[in-house]
């Protein structure tokens, strides 16, 4: 276990959120949910479906880094003027991906930071996909840092539907959102909770309850038996490791730290 | 019509001079990708100014805000992929001085294909639950069947002028757009009362030398106003399949905004005072087609 790495721990877990999802687009956005999504493509769950990070639908995941043009094999074709029509809203999609701030209701974050609308003081992307991607189909989010910056009371700019019934305008139909799992350098969480609170579901070895409500904003829910986040298994580093030939995951968390955190 | 009048040749400043002070300008492309860069260089030469600039944006919205040529973005994002942030749009917000409409990616192609179909809205359930609505002044409907659904009426994105980038055009504007997506350049083309393209290249008549691509036209000729040969004209953003972008160019870009952080003393290199010398300024079409295409 001394040699395994928190990257990979994460990956590990984050590829446990595709599983089963059945024929639908799974994307990873970054390094670390990208391979995730390979990852559960690979081992368990070989139906998702994904693209080459361009264009093209791929069968064989493509592996992160420098590569030649041409070393993906499209299997088919799935480019941004179709997106919509075909993977996000038919709800046949299932994205992971790391929006800047989330808050307790779940709502996230990619607009601005800080200030006014009118005048922000960090202006980030825009809000990108989200809103259409969290009224449509499911979610999940990676967080290399878990810090109360992060974990918010309540997020500056509204980016992505959450569970706060006082966003729910009356007559609308949300009965597709459906945020499924958080994991963090921390631990994994849910929404499981009261009314969709967020919901602590498993410590990465060597992290406290205690650890993780100090770095988180609001106050967290427990699950009835917090377990410990589960190693990846022999195969699963070599399938990582066959898709990250540069180490590019090395430099998502600080530091590179193992799995076991000191105590 | 006759032969002459079909002939939809002009030079990029006669492109420019179609346009006016206050217009709704749609611009084609995606982030680093596919933008009409010669035509936006074009404007940056122009006295043009008071623009409503609609763009999934990349360097053509941050460039056109750092010259002070927009009133408003409508937006979901501007962003030059390796470089997450444009720091010239993010200059012009942080300022303040920009009015700006945020949408979803997919509202926003949804705006273009109201205005492409004449439409006053369309529905969308996207942006309910979010502070998109509030923040944009977009209003509901309701379903009138028996759902009753509450829905978000997207309005229409009414272009008054298009700038679209393709790989091919003859002079009639029978074009050719390949690579490995076009993005919502068709829309762009429908939304807008009158279209102009820029072409990598331009031949006599299509059916002449590219019959083969016949199914690259990705919209008719109807929808095209006016077409220029400028090769390379996307550049620094990425032309699939004739080169890629060119982050070297994007990295000084951004850092222009930091240090000197005053787009006057840096326009020069980033726009020149002529295609030609702009052209030669980077090397040259050899360096520029030499750019490898970007992998993701």
Not at chain 1, 158 to 170: L, Q
Request: one cysteine or more.
């Amino acid at each position: 276990m001394s040699d395994i790495s928190l990257v990979d721990l994460c990956i590990f877990a984050c590829s446990e959120a595709f599983r089963g999802n059945g024929e639908i687009v799974a994307t990873g956005v970054g390094p670390v949910p990208r391979l995730a999504a390979g990852l559960a493509k690979l081992t368990h769950t070989p139906e998702l479906m994904m693209t080459d990070g361009e264009a093209y639908l791929v069968e064989q995941p493509v592996p992160l880094g420098p590569r030649k043009y041409d070393d993906r094999k499209p299997a088919g074709h799935l480019p941004f003027s179709r997106f919509f029509d075909s993977a996000v809203w038919s709800g046949r999609r299932h994205a992971m991906v790391t929006p800047t701030q989330l808050d307790r209701f779940g709502q996230i974050n990619l607009s601005y930071m800080g200030g006014t609308y009118q005048k922000p003081k960090t202006q980030m992307l825009g809000v990108r996909g989200f809103p259409g991607n969290t009224i449509y189909h499911p979610n999940s989010f990676f967080f290399p840092a878990h810090g109360p910056r992060v974990f918010v009371p309540e997020v500056d700019m509204i980016s992505g539907v959450g569970y706060n019934p006082a966003k729910r305008v009356p007559g609308g139909n949300y009965t597709a959102v459906d945020l499924r799992v958080i994991v963090t350098n921390l631990c994994v969480m849910d929404f499981g909770g009261p009314d969709h609170a967020i919901r602590l579901v498993s410590l990465h070895p060597g992290v406290t309850f205690e650890d993780v409500q100090a770095a988180t904003g609001f106050e967290l829910v427990c699950a009835e038996s917090v377990t410990e986040t589960a190693l990846p298994t022999a195969e699963a580093l070599e399938v990582i490791a066959s898709l990250d030939p540069h180490n590019i995951r090395a430099s998502v968390l600080k530091d590179n730290p193992p799995a076991k955190r000191a105590a | 019509m006759t032969a002459r009048m079909l002939d939809k040749r002009m030079s990029a400043a006669q492109i420019v001079a179609q346009l006016s002070d206050g217009m709704t300008l749609g611009i084609g492309g995606w982030g680093p990708r596919r933008k009409p860069m010669a035509l936006v260089r074009e404007i940056l030469r122009s006295d043009l100014k008071d623009l409503t600039v609609v763009a999934y944006g990349g360097a053509d919205v941050g460039m056109l805000c750092a010259a002070g040529k927009v009133r408003k973005v409508v937006f979901a994002f501007v962003s030059l992929d390796a470089i997450p942030l444009e720091p010239w749009f993010r200059k012009a917000r942080e300022s303040g001085a920009l009015e700006v409409l945020e949408l979803d990616e997919g509202m926003f192609q949804w705006g273009l294909k109201a205005a492409a179909f004449g439409l006053p809205f369309l529905p969308t359930r996207v942006g309910l639950g979010t502070d998109l609505a509030e923040l944009g002044g977009l209003k509901t409907v309701q379903s009138p069947y028996d759902d009753a659904e509450t829905l978000i009426a997207m309005p229409a994105l009414k272009l008054d002028a298009a700038l679209i980038h393709v790989n091919r055009s003859d002079w009639r504007g029978n074009v050719q757009v390949f690579g490995p997506d076009a993005y919502y350049d068709e829309w762009f083309a429908k939304a807008a009362a009158k279209s102009y393209v820029s072409c990598e290249e331009l031949v006599d008549r299509m059916e002449d030398h590219y019959p083969e691509g016949a199914q690259d036209n990705l919209f008719e000729r109807c929808f095209v106003s006016g077409v220029v040969e400028m090769p390379c004209g996307a550049h620094p953003s990425s032309m699939p399949p004739h080169y890629g972008w060119d982050m070297t160019a994007f990295k000084a870009y951004a850092d222009s905004a930091k240090d000197p952080g005053d787009w006057a003393e840096v326009a020069d290199r980033f726009v020149g005072s002529s295609e030609a010398e702009y052209l030669e300024s980077i090397g040259g079409k050899e360096a520029v087609t030499g750019l490898p295409l970007p992998i993701f």
